[in-house]
């Protein structure tokens, strides 16, 4: 396929918001949508050389296979086994056993599958994710398994007019599948690898030609201005916290990254595709690949060992070090794999195998740090006690978060167990929680029993009456556990008195949940039982125990891991 300098600057309008939305995610809001930008150029280039190989007759399987070793493992595998060696300084055993997990499934393009295995509250903080980011290479993987095999079958003469409407159905299909899950379940909509294969199937649609020909120039200039128009659009206006995201939502920046496609095709100049191909834009667009692999690495270790997000000029040092590093990797380990002379069987197998050996090598030392509980011999022994206790301190109170309730008069039940001694309830969110110790204390020197209706990211107060169906399961399973446990409250006799406790400051308006609190606690005091509201304890955005853990093992200065009174 003929290089194209617009689409080097389109890949370059993809990695540079990713990059500056993991600095600070205010300062590009929307920059997130590089990466589904990315699956729209992904699906068109590899779909117009697997078409051109079908149609001249040539296509081969191993062939395929080999170029995709050529053009993804070498770069990966580099960052891989670098961060791997970075880990074993930084990482405490706790946490290089969850990178030798993260580092097994990327090296088997596993890892969206996987990373939403451990996103949810207890799990690794982001700047403890080194790999987070190959989630992206896995769905793209996950897609070429089967999209060469089915091309090749939908390409035969006989089925061939029937490929644009088996297209439009699998992509109606994986953006209902993304749309849905992006609104009831938002985490794995995320991950979720058939809610975005929809993305490389329109950059395929491109690829197809299943688009009218643009006959004169100013339609071209229409459509690129356009596409341009609403990738900006995303990246500048988006915001994850505040709309459904992917799914339907998603078709402004993909649309966008088609249509500059489109316009650019059969040699057409544009004044965007030239604005495109300017020199430097179209230079990072050729390093985008290895960019995207090192940046998130970088960032993230500068998270781990700084617990700060980085100021402008930092991040600016720090994006020129990427840059560097990344030109490098383009130039001496990207391009001499990619470029070779012509292929033959051998050398295909070869390359093959290659890349098998290479991620066996990666699997192989993900599965030594999970085996040996993440090299423990490299810590002291009063270390590891001092890591077992920060690590396991919460564990045996999870079921009193995770929201469960079924569990909750076995595994939330403190004080005095016996059932028909009186209680007292502590109702709150993660913030209220963390006073479950000490009302735990309260309550045996009492003699009475003591039950925690707690639930992490759902603040104490009345069921919200505005909520809809339409809302994400999150915050409908939120509202159903609001109104179970007030009505709780209200309605068991035993309950001799309620503590209160949440941050109320994570509801959308503060001046709805202060009502809505309001009416909680009337309620509860009409029933004849008195109300305690105790005010969130001092949040440290450092982790607390987590920091400390980190900068003993580093033997580093544990000062950035407190707060002073005043901030709390």
């Known amino acids: 396929m003929k290089y194209r300098a617009d689409i080097s600057g389109l890949r370059a309008l993809a990695v540079l918001p990713v990059v500056f939305f993991h600095f600070n ?6 920059g997130f949508v590089g990466v589904d930008i990315f699956f729209v150029i992904s699906g068109y280039l590899i779909t117009s050389i697997l078409v051109a190989d079908i149609d001249a007759g040539r296509f081969s399987l191993l062939r395929f296979y080999d170029r995709r070793v050529r053009r993804i493992i070498p770069a990966y595998a580099t960052v891989a086994l670098v961060t791997a060696l970075i ?21 088997v393009f596993f890892a969206n599958r996987y990373f939403l295995s451990v996103t949810h509250y207890f799990g690794a903080a982001p700047d403890e994710l080194f790999l987070l980011h190959t989630w992206s290479l896995s769905v793209e993987e996950q897609f070429y398994l089967a999209w060469p095999l089915l091309l090749v079958v939908l390409c035969h003469p006989r089925l061939r007019r029937a490929l644009p409407y088996i297209l439009l159905v699998l ?21 979720n690898s058939n809610g975005r294969f929809w993305e490389l199937l329109l950059g395929a649609v491109i690829a197809l030609g299943y688009v009218p020909r643009l006959r004169e120039g100013w339609r071209a200039e229409a459509v690129a201005g356009t596409g341009l128009a609403l990738i900006l659009g995303a990246v500048l206006f988006f915001d994850p916290t505040r709309m459904i995201f992917p799914g339907v939502t998603a078709l402004v920046p993909t649309l966008g990254a088609a249509l500059l496609l489109w316009a650019g095709e059969e040699g057409r100049s544009t004044l965007t595709g030239r604005l495109l191909s300017f020199g430097p ?24 060992l700084t617990y700060r997000v980085p100021g402008l000029f930092e991040a600016l040092a720090l994006f020129a070090a990427m840059v560097a590093i990344s030109a490098f990797s383009w130039r001496f380990i990207e391009n001499p794999f990619r470029r070779h002379g012509p292929s033959t069987t051998r050398s295909e197998w070869t390359s093959v195998g290659a890349g098998a050996a290479m991620l066996a090598l990666l699997v192989a030392i993900g599965t030594l740090f999970t085996a040996t509980d993440g090299l423990p011999v490299r810590a002291s022994a009063a270390f590891l006690k001092s890591e077992q206790t920060v690590n396991t301190f919460w564990r045996g109170r999870e079921a009193c978060l995770v929201g469960r309730t079924n569990d909750r008069e076995r595994d939330c039940r403190f004080g005095d167990p016996r059932p028909e001694v009186p209680y007292f309830v502590l109702w709150g969110d993660s913030q209220g929680d963390q006073h479950g110790p000490a009302l735990d204390a309260v309550a045996r020197d009492m003699g009475m029993g003591f039950l925690q209706l707690t639930r992490p990211g759902c603040a ?34 035993k309950i001799a008195f309620v503590v209160i406790s949440g941050r109320w400051s994570n509801e959308t308006s503060l001046e709805r949940a202060t009502g809505q609190l ?10 004849g039982k008195p109300v305690l509201l105790v005010a969130p304890p001092g949040v440290f955005p450092t982790g607390g125990g987590r920091c400390l853990v980190r900068r003993a093992f580093m033997g580093a200065d544990d000062a950035i891991c407190g707060r002073s009174r005043a901030e709390s």
């Open 87 to 107: 880990g074993l300084f930084i990482l405490p055993p706790v946490l290089l056993d969850s990178f030798g997990a993260s580092l097994r499934a990327a090296s």
């Open 171 to 191: 992509m109606a299909l994986s953006l209902f599948v993304a749309t849905r899950n992006a609104i009831l379940r938002p985490v794995a909509g995320f991950y």
């Open 25 to 30: 995610e205010h300062w590009l809001p929307g």
């Open 518 to 527: 309001k009416e909680a606690v009337d309620r509860i005091t009409a029933a």
């Open 460 to 493: 104490p107060i009345a069921p919200d009456p505005a909520a809809s169906g339409w809302q994400s399961r999150a915050v409908q399973d939120c509202n159903a556990s609001r109104a179970e446990a007030l009505k709780r409250i209200v309605d068991d006799p």
């Open 281 to 304: 834009l179209a230079g990072i667009g050729l390093i985008s690949y290895s960019l995207y692999l090192w940046h998130w690495p970088v960032i993230a270790i500068h998270r781990y």
